[in-house]
């Protein structure tokens, strides 16, 4: 039964919600009583859960941590995972990112590809399955995560009280189906300073999130410290590089360096200004190895490579592609030094190794090592039950074959426990914009709808029981 066309009629209502949600901030804060993630996050999940209930769907709010909205069939569940959460907006926009404002077939605001239309084109997909088909035989949720950005514990909380789906998927990557996700760390290095040594180097700071290419890095020095060889230097490359601002200001010197910002996934996405902090001073001569160890080896051990080379860690699969480093965060004064990274590894290589070897390497430099996150890869065969309904589903609205296809990202499907893949929102190969974590993050209208007529199939299909 074809029925993905039906949610068509809803396109109007869809770019109306998409575009108030947008409007909402829903980036991660400090926790206040009853929102675990912050205000901002919570409206947002409050807004979806309205309007869920006001098309006249049950409704479930999961201590402010997730939420769904349900059609109610059999004991067994079909899931859709989104999430409402972004990154922050970071710097660089045309327009304020929370405005949703379109421009022809585009809307632009942060979170409009990742994760908010795909969330909104869920919950419609839904009511225009219900207008077709009358009762589901499985029972359907729309889940609303509000921490995938910053480590998916929300997902915890939500399956500690709440039964896993039979079958699920989540719109947060591209077609056709994503079977296999690379292995995901995040990694913190430490180094305790001399606070007596006298260095230049005041203060550095840059980076918002492990899964960002950071945009932006802030560095102070102590005028009184600097030579004036290093002076030229500074100002010559700062000039030469056209991303860099120098300021003097009460006898110190702040260097100010913006980048570009991208997915953490696959780092040369964007451009590091951490990176381009680090070459800058070390170019001025300041980047001493006995003075600043831990700034000094992510200059020399990473640099501006993607693929952990120099570190030692290098790896690839021809099927699911290469390891890649992402300097996502730095944070240094004259007492401490520290930066985050975020390593994103193939499937088929060993995560515990690759972290026993990361911890001896930078042992012997003597500088502490330890570990955020680790989620390990994911890997469903072409032959389970799920990949052939949402292969079903794909074929029927694009009229073209599946394909299985392997990310650096990290969706919810890891936390489905081997019952669900990532599935859309994207089509690859249609550059509209800039996509996810970008400056002017955009969404294509009329893609939007494309991917809304293959979940409706998808959720029918799921739905479904006797043909697995």
């Known amino acids: 039964m074809r029925v993905g066309q039906a949610v068509l009629k809803y396109e109007t209502d869809i770019i109306r919600e998409l575009s108030a949600l947008i409007r909402i901030r829903s980036v991660k804060e400090p926790a206040q009583p009853g929102m675990p993630y912050g205000p901002g996050v919570a409206r947002a999940l409050d807004y979806m859960l309205q309007l869920g209930e006001a098309l006249g769907f049950n409704i479930c709010n999961a201590d402010g941590y997730a939420g769904h909205i349900e059609w109610s069939g059999g004991e067994e569940i079909a899931a859709v995972l989104v999430h409402l ?152 490359h700062a000039k030469a590089l056209d991303r860099a601002e120098l300021d003097w200001r009460d006898g110190c010197l702040k260097l100010k360096i913006r980048g570009k910002s991208g997915h953490g996934s696959y780092p040369p996405s964007g451009i590091n200004a951490i990176v381009l902090t680090l070459q800058l001073l070390n170019k001025a001569g300041l980047l001493h190895p006995q003075q600043h160890k831990l700034l000094y080896d992510l200059h020399k051990s990473i640099g501006s490579e993607a693929f952990g080379q120099s570190l030692g860690i290098a790896c690839e699969d021809p099927k ?84 299985l296809l392997s990310i650096g990202g ?19 190969g249609r550059n509209h914009g800039p996509g996810a974590h970008q400056p002017d993050e955009c969404i294509s209208i009329s893609d939007l709808m494309l991917h809304a007529q293959i979940c409706t199939q998808a959720l029918y299909e799921l739905q479904k029981k006797g043909d697995e």
């Open 85 to 236: 959460d972004t990154v922050p907006e970071g710097d660089g926009w045309s327009s304020n990112p929370f405005t949703a404002e379109i421009r022809g077939d585009l809307l632009i605001g942060r979170g409009a590809s990742d994760n908010k239309g795909p969330a909104v084109a869920a919950v419609y997909a839904l009511a225009a399955l219900r207008d077709a088909i009358g009762r589901p035989e499985r029972t359907i949720r729309i889940i609303f995560g509000t921490d995938e950005e910053s480590g998916m514990t929300d997902m915890d909380y939500y399956f500690s009280k709440h039964p896993l789906p039979l079958y699920g998927f989540t719109p947060d990557a591209s077609y056709p189906i994503i079977h296999a996700e690379k292995g995901f760390l995040v990694n913190t290095l430490y180094e305790k300073r001399d606070a007596a040594c006298r260095t230049p180097i005041l203060s550095i700071s840059g980076g918002e999130a492990p899964n960002m290419v950071p945009d932006y890095c802030e560095t102070i020095l102590d005028g009184g410290l600097l030579s004036a060889e290093a002076i030229t230097i500074l100002k010559e």
């Open 410 to 428: 990290g969706t919810y499907a890891r936390k489905l426990q081997n019952r669900g893949v990532a599935f859309g929102a994207g089509f690859p």
């Open 320 to 403: 699911h592609g290469k390891l890649t480093v992402n300097l996502a965060a730095i944070r240094a004064d004259r007492e401490q030094a520290s930066a985050v990274l975020n390593i994103r590894y193939p499937v088929t290589k060993n995560g515990e190794q690759l972290l026993k070897q990361l911890e001896a390497r930078f042992a012997k430099i003597g500088i502490e090592f330890w570990t955020e996150q680790h989620m390990e890869p994911l890997y469903i065969s072409e032959d389970q039950p799920l990949i052939k309904k949402l292969g079903r589903a794909y074929e029927l609205v694009m009229k073209e074959q599946v394909k």
